[in-house]
């Protein structure tokens, strides 16, 4: 998310300032040249989080509390007073689980490699994907109607490549695929000639919280707010969410 | 937020961080903050304890990307081809261009592919885009180049390399002890020659046509996650030095 030379830089500001010490600077740096994207966002987060705050105040980074090791100890002075001290948790909130529940960007990728395949790489698709709400007020959630991710290959192989093959047969032909089976799915693809040159589609944002408490927001400050009273700490104590990609962030305002 | 915190009452804060890209007047990305204090409003705790995190998060770095595509980048590995800044430049004909550094060390070492290549043109500028009519100039007016530099740019992942043909000469650069020397009329007899093919419309390019040795340095440079520290013209400008400085995490793993 941030240019590469800053982190480095923020890195070895932490360092030569004494809040990144080893072994937990090694971590960090696993972390951050991993493959594991969600892992390695969150580091770089905790170290312009963490460099950002130490230029202004003390910063002590995993300081155990019984057996707890909040992120940061954060203590600075305040004129005309005594100093103010803090602990806080850095918690990165992104909505990969629910992408993993609603797998509309892996099916229209593998429907477009399917129909590449199959010879048609000149669009003209419409992808429409139905959806439900689930659960009881409050705690409701959007839901796309589409096969698991596992199946998502064998559903478009059986039933999707024979309407790409009726539609390269008859590419001047409007053609309409409705899904008729089980109604847990809901899908619906209109070729139009007159459209040809890209694919278009729409599904409902299923990313976006109608629940209270079930979102991962929710869930993710539910975790920290655990673990920050399971420390013991009796003085102020704050949670800093950061962006990792959760769509509930941006509705939080 | 206000139900997480009428349900946690020892929690004194929270703070939330987002991302957004704006696209009303000048495009960019930017981070959004919140604060949301436990209630009742305690003034004693939020009065010294603000201003701190106030200017903490409004100090935070440029966001480069968006938190989704940061993600992508990561899992195809393209985390540092992200920072080249490939096409840009600050073009005033026939007198100075600055241009991508990483896109111009890429072509000395001859590894950009014809796709690539084609990536550089800009179709709605003279002479398909800065680059080749700067270098078209060069040849048609049989200018000397003035001054080469290099600016950096250490919040960006990339920097820039000027060329001048006229105006004020520049202060000597930064130096280092891996440098590699090219000849002034060999580095632009090939930058002349991509100009040429870049107008004509043909399939191939000739990348890859100064010396092999100068490319080899410039190659294992790059693989030792070096970028350009500084460039000069030296021997009465009859030579282009470049100097390569110590590893830089814009193409290198953080250490």
Not at chain 2, 190 to 210: P, W
Request: proline share 6%.
């Amino acid at each position: 998310m941030f240019g590469r030379r800053v982190v480095q830089r923020e890195l070895e500001f932490l360092e030569t300032s004494g809040v990144l010490i080893q072994p937990k600077r090694a971590d960090t740096l696993n972390r951050l040249n991993g493959r594991e994207a969600r892992r390695a966002i969150a580091a770089e987060w905790e170290v312009i989080l963490l460099a950002a705050v130490a230029r202004r105040a003390d910063v002590q980074y995993e300081k155990p509390f019984g057996s707890k090791y909040p992120d940061l100890l954060v203590r600075f002075p305040v004129p005309d007073g005594p100093p103010v001290e803090f602990v806080g948790e850095i918690v990165s909130v992104s909505d990969e689980h629910e992408k993993k529940r609603n797998p509309v960007g892996y099916f229209t990728q593998e429907f477009n490699r399917i129909a590449w395949k199959m010879g048609h790489d000149k669009g003209g698709f419409d992808i429409r994907i139905g959806d439900r709400t689930v659960g009881i007020y409050p705690e409701k959630r959007t839901e796309l109607l589409l096969p698991s991710k596992q199946d998502v290959p064998d559903f478009l192989k059986r039933h999707v490549a024979p309407f790409i093959r009726s539609v390269m047969a008859h590419p001047t032909v409007p053609q309409n695929f409705e899904w008729c089976g089980s109604s847990e799915i809901a899908l619906s693809i209109k070729y139009d000639p007159s459209r040809l040159g890209w694919n278009s589609g729409g599904y409902a944002s299923y990313s976006s919280p109608m629940a209270l408490r079930s979102n991962v927001l929710y869930r993710n400050l539910d975790d920290k707010a655990s673990d920050l009273r399971k420390s013991g700490y009796t003085g102020l104590k704050g949670i800093l969410v950061v962006d990792a990609g959760c769509q509930a962030l941006c509705s939080s305002d | 937020m206000e139900e997480f915190l009428k349900r946690h009452p020892y929690i004194h804060f929270v703070t939330t961080t987002h991302y957004e890209y704006r696209t009303w007047a000048k495009p960019h990305h930017t981070l959004c903050h919140n604060v949301f204090w436990q209630r009742p409003f305690d003034e004693s705790v939020i009065q010294p304890f603000y201003p701190v995190l106030n200017d903490s998060l409004r100090s935070l770095p440029s966001v480069k990307t968006s938190p989704q595509n940061a993600q992508i980048d990561i899992r195809s590995g393209e985390q540092f081809a992200r920072g080249c800044r490939h096409t840009w430049h600050e073009w005033s004909p026939t007198t100075k261009l600055a241009y991508s550094s990483r896109t111009f060390l890429r072509l000395v070492a001859g590894i950009v592919s014809h796709e690539e290549f084609r990536t550089l043109f800009v179709d709605n500028l003279p002479n398909r885009g800065p680059f080749f009519d700067f270098f078209r100039h060069v040849a048609e007016s049989k200018a000397k180049l003035l001054s080469i530099e290099v600016i950096q740019r250490p919040d960006d992942d990339d920097d820039s390399v000027v060329f001048k043909l006229r105006g004020d000469s520049v202060t000597p650069c930064k130096g280092s002890t891996l440098f590699c020397d090219i000849p002034t009329a060999t580095l632009l007899r090939y930058f002349v020659c991509l100009a040429y093919e870049a107008i004509m419309d043909q399939r191939r390019f000739s990348i890859g046509t100064l010396p092999i040795s100068t490319q080899a340095f410039v190659r294992q440079q790059m693989r030792e996650g070096r970028l350009l520290v500084g460039a000069m013209l030296v021997e009465q400008g009859q030579t282009v030095r470049l100097h390569f400085g110590s590893r830089d995490a814009a193409i290198s793993p953080f250490w």
